[in-house]
C-alpha cells in the first residue's frame, strides 16, 4: 500500500507539471522528424573544376561524369584564385610538352576532392581507348592500303605516358570527411557543456533561494545578468580555450590561418550559449525540465549547423540553419582553419554572433522579471 501511495503521488505530481509532459512527448518526436530531413536529403556531392589548356576531349568527358561542372579558363592565375575563393573544388593544368597534368585540390570536403579524382582518371581512360581506338582505325586503312604491318606502323602513333601531378590547398592526401567537420564539432563542444554549466548553475541557485533573495535587493535585473555573464564568462573563456587548443594539438588538425582568431570565434560563441542557458534556466522550474531542453535547443544545433551541407536540402530547411547560432560559427571557423580567413572577412558570421547575444541579453532582462517579488 505504501509503495502506492508513492506511485500515485508522482504519477500525480507528473500530470500537474503540464511542461515536463509536454517535453517528454514533444521532445523525442522533434529529434526524430529532425533526424529524417536530414538523412533524407540529396547527398548528391557537386564538384567545380577550372580547367587551363586541358584537352577537349578531357573536358568533355568530365563533363559528363554525374556531379562534375568544368570551367576553363585562359590561365592558371585566374583559375588559382577561383579556387581560393571557394568557387571551385579543383584545378587542372594540362602542360602539354611534360605531358602532365598538374592537378590542385581546395581539399576543404574529402568526398569532392575523392570525385574529382576519380572522374578525371575516368575522362583520361576514356580519351585513351578513344585514341587506341583511331589507332587501330588508321593501321587497318594503311594495311589495306599499302599492305604494311602493325609493327611498321605503331611506331607512328605512339604518344607519352600521361601523368597526373597532385597538390592540396589544404591538407594532404590523407585529409578525410572528419577534417571537414571538426570546425563544427569544436563550436558545437563548446555551446553545448557551456550552455549546460550554466544553466544548471542559474538553476541551482534559483531553487536553493539564492536568486529570489538576491531579486528582493534593490539590484537591478539587468546587472544580476551582467553579473552572471561576466563570473560565468571568464570560466567559460578558459574552458574554450582548453577545448579548442585540445583539438587543434591532440587531434593535429592543420590550421591555415590564426590560432588566435579561433579562440576569440569560440568565446564569442560561449558566451551566446551561456546567455541562452542562463534564459532556459529561467523557463526550466527543475534540473529535469532543463534537460529536457537540450534536445530542443542543442540537438537542432548539430543537425542543421553543416555537418550535412545545407544547399542539399530544401529551401525552407535551410532558413532554419539560419537562426541558428552554430551555423555561423562553423562557417567562421571553416573558413579561418580552412581558407586562413581573417576577422575581416568573418564579418557577416561575427556580426550574427553579437546580435544572437545581445537578444538573449535582453530576454534574460525580461525573463527575470516573473520572478523578482517587487
Known sequence: MRVLAIVKRILAELIRDKRSLALMFLAPILV?????????????????????????????????????????????????????????????????????????????????????????????????MTFLAKTIQKLQILNSKFNLTAAKVSSTSTTKQTKISNHYNYGNSDTNFFNKIVPILMGFFVFFFVFLISGMALLRERTSGTLDRLLATPVKRSEIVFGYLISYGMVSIVQTTIIVLATVWLLKIEVVGSLLNIILICVLLAMVALAFGILMSTLADSEFQMMQFIPLVVVPQIFFSGIIPLDSMADWVQYIGKILPLTYTGNALTKIIMYGDGLNRLMGDIAALIIFLVVLVWLNVIGLKRYRKV
Open 32 to 128: 526524430m522528424w529532425l533526424m529524417n530531413i536530414m538523412f533524407s536529403a540529396s547527398s548528391n556531392t557537386k564538384v567545380s573544376i577550372a580547367t587551363v589548356d586541358v584537352p577537349q576531349a578531357v573536358c568533355k568527358n568530365l563533363n559528363k561524369t554525374s556531379g562534375i561542372t568544368v570551367n576553363k579558363y585562359s590561365n592558371s592565375n585566374t583559375a588559382k584564385k577561383k579556387v581560393q575563393a571557394n568557387k571551385a573544388d579543383a584545378m587542372i593544368i594540362y602542360q602539354k610538352k611534360a605531358s602532365t597534368y598538374q592537378v590542385t585540390y581546395a581539399n576543404t570536403d574529402a568526398s569532392k576532392t575523392t570525385l574529382a579524382k576519380q572522374a578525371l582518371k575516368i575522362a583520361l581512360t576514356k580519351q585513351k
